[in-house]
């Protein structure tokens, strides 16, 4: 059966599955029974919605400055890189067409990277690039978060293996 014709379908952020789009050009590569178990049903599509959103790998750190994914997609925070370039209209191309991707797949839940300005799910860096972290999501996990595509990380695997086989019960 084509990914496309799963209901089911499972999206994860490249970088767990080991593709180095990282800012540093870094993987994430996550290795895990579950993830196994996904793969060989056939549940799995990835994306990197900074990627997507056009940033190049390597890149410079870039946090959200005074908020969350939410404010950035209402327009009231803006993301900075280290470096002090505005980046915020990358992440929100690379939301976008994620939620797109998503949407085109089918896709009832993401496993995405946490601490990410695009990805966290729970937890983003403050914007103060000093490694301190605040319970807010990204841009991308708010943008799918509001679709309802259920957003777990890489360290929930259990928690999100357990919602996707109380999803396959109930279809």
């Given at each position: 059966?084509p990914i496309n014709a799963h209901k089911h379908?499972?999206?994860?952020?490249a970088c767990l599955l080991g593709r180095p789009?990282?800012?540093?050009?870094?993987?994430?590569?996550?290795?895990?029974?579950?993830?196994?178990?996904?793969?060989?049903?056939?549940?799995?599509?990835?994306?990197?919605?900074?990627?997507?959103?056009?940033?190049?790998?390597?890149?410079?750190?870039?946090?959200?400055?005074?908020?969350?994914?939410?404010?950035?997609?209402?327009?009231?925070?803006?993301?900075?890189?280290?470096?002090?370039?505005?980046?915020?209209?990358?992440?929100?191309?690379g939301a976008e067409k994620t939620l797109a991707?998503?949407?085109?797949?089918?896709?009832?839940?993401?496993?995405?990277?946490?601490?990410?300005?695009?990805?966290?799910?729970?937890?983003?860096?403050?914007?103060?690039?000093?490694?301190?972290?605040?319970?807010?999501?990204?841009?991308?996990?708010?943008?799918?978060?509001?679709?309802?595509?259920?957003?777990?990380?890489?360290?929930?695997?259990?928690?999100?293996?357990?919602?996707?086989?109380?999803?396959?019960?109930?279809?």
């Amino acid at each position: 059966m084509p990914i496309n014709a799963h209901k089911h379908t499972i999206l994860f952020s490249a970088c767990l599955l080991g593709r180095p789009v990282r800012y540093n050009g870094t993987d994430l590569l996550q290795q895990h029974p579950i993830i196994e178990q996904w793969r060989r049903q056939d549940y799995l599509i990835s994306i990197c919605p900074e990627v997507s959103g056009g940033l190049d790998t390597p890149r410079a750190a870039a946090e959200i400055q005074a908020g969350s994914g939410a404010s950035v997609l209402a327009g009231s925070s803006r993301i900075m890189t280290h470096t002090g370039s505005d980046v915020t209209e990358a992440f929100i191309a690379g939301a976008e067409k994620t939620l797109a991707f998503a949407q085109q797949h089918h896709v009832v839940m993401a496993i995405l990277t946490e601490r990410s300005p695009s990805c966290g799910s729970q937890q983003i860096y403050n914007g103060q690039f000093n490694h301190s972290t605040t319970n807010e999501r990204g841009v991308t996990a708010e943008l799918l978060q509001q679709h309802q595509i259920k957003i777990f990380n890489q360290h929930q695997l259990v928690e999100a293996h357990d919602w996707h086989q109380q999803y396959l019960r109930n279809l």
